[in-house]
């Protein structure tokens, strides 16, 4: 059964850089496109990354040039690299992994930007 973890988030200052990794258990790792998403209090649930099964990326208008989505097939984990992080960016951060109809959710990893 297919597992996803997050791991990494905190309490950084405005500026700072926060790496967040997502571990995957299970089976067929390579095909499954990875995303990380974020949910602020009071807001949806939005797609902040995403890395397709050939590396192709794609993030959120606001993250743009602030954030990195990797993947590392041989250790089955994704990470998240968020430079000069913003008051903005507080929020809980999920880790999802999606092939065809079938997706799995982590259980996120808090990040909070102080100002």
């Known amino acids: 059964q297919v597992q996803v973890a997050e791991s990494g988030g905190g309490l950084v200052q405005h500026g700072g850089s926060l790496r967040l990794s997502c571990a995957y258990s299970?089976?067929?790792?390579?095909?499954?496109?990875m995303a990380w998403y974020r949910q602020a209090p009071g807001k949806q649930r939005e797609l902040v990354a995403v890395i397709t099964t050939i590396g192709t990326t794609n993030y959120a208008e606001s993250v743009k040039g602030r954030f990195t989505i990797s993947r590392d097939v041989a250790r089955e984990m994704v990470y998240l690299q968020m430079n000069n992080l913003k008051p903005e960016d507080t929020a809980i951060y999920y880790c999802?992994?999606?092939?065809?109809?079938?997706?799995?959710w982590g259980l996120g990893t808090q990040v909070t930007v102080s100002s």
């Open positions: 299970g089976s067929a790792f390579v095909y499954y496109t």
């Open positions: 999802n992994s999606q092939w065809g109809n079938t997706e799995h």
